[in-house]
């Protein structure tokens, strides 16, 4: 029965830095802050690599190829990449790439209920949301403008650029609600809201008792 190996961003970066060379995890780390691969894949968790890597191995994904000298300190584990592996490495950046995911973001959940906050509350985060994004954007930016002065080739930059549009678009879209509640162009209340609510419910009962 073949294994069926839990898909994840931590787990490909894994395996594609395996299919590069053998290496051990502390290497993983290394290039991983290198690359500035922390933008796009969640790795606060120290220990996330790690727990990868033990269920990557239990899957048989990757292989313990040896054990390399630390200086006086326990010996460091190299992995390297099975077959297994590397199958389904390129089968997931293939699906991730031409399939979207259904991702459940904090953001959009926290926007459906807005309506539980006043305007003037919903203008004021939104700003301190667009100055936190702004200072995303130009940190990005700039790690842009180090890439080109190296002279890497823009498909090792694609993502800062994508990260970039999305960042650009976000902070149109929420400046936009911001004027708009401002102008007075969207405006609510809960008292007006409750009352809409009732409309439309006694208008389904209606439709039920045709």
């Not at 690359?35 to 790795?43: L, M, P, T």
């Not at 090792?156 to 401002?182: C, R």
Request: glycine share 4%.
């Amino acid at each position: 029965m073949k294994t069926k190996i839990k898909k994840s961003p931590v787990a490909l970066a894994v395996l594609c830095f395996l299919i590069e060379e053998p290496m051990h995890p502390y290497r993983m780390q290394q290039l991983i802050k290198e690359r500035e691969k922390d933008e796009v894949i969640n790795v606060r968790h120290r220990t996330s690599i790690y727990q990868t890597i033990e269920r990557l191995h239990r899957d048989k994904a990757i292989v313990i190829q040896g054990k390399k000298k630390n200086e006086g300190r326990p010996d460091l584990t190299v992995y390297e990449v099975t077959d297994l592996g590397r199958q389904a490495a390129y089968s997931w950046i293939r699906e991730m790439i031409s399939t979207p995911a259904q991702e459940f973001l904090e953001f959009p959940a926290a926007v459906s209920f807005l309506a539980l906050l006043t305007p003037e509350d919903v203008a004021h985060l939104f700003k301190e949301r667009v100055n936190a994004l702004e200072n995303s954007l130009d940190r990005l930016k700039d790690q842009f403008r180090k890439g080109a002065s190296l002279r890497l080739p823009r498909l090792f930059l694609l993502e800062s650029e994508y990260q970039q549009a999305v960042l650009e678009a976000e902070i149109g879209w929420v400046q936009a609600v911001i004027a708009d509640i401002e102008s007075g162009r969207l405006v609510w209340s809960m008292e007006k809201l409750r009352k809409h609510a009732k409309s439309i419910d006694n208008r389904l009962d209606g439709y039920e008792n045709e």
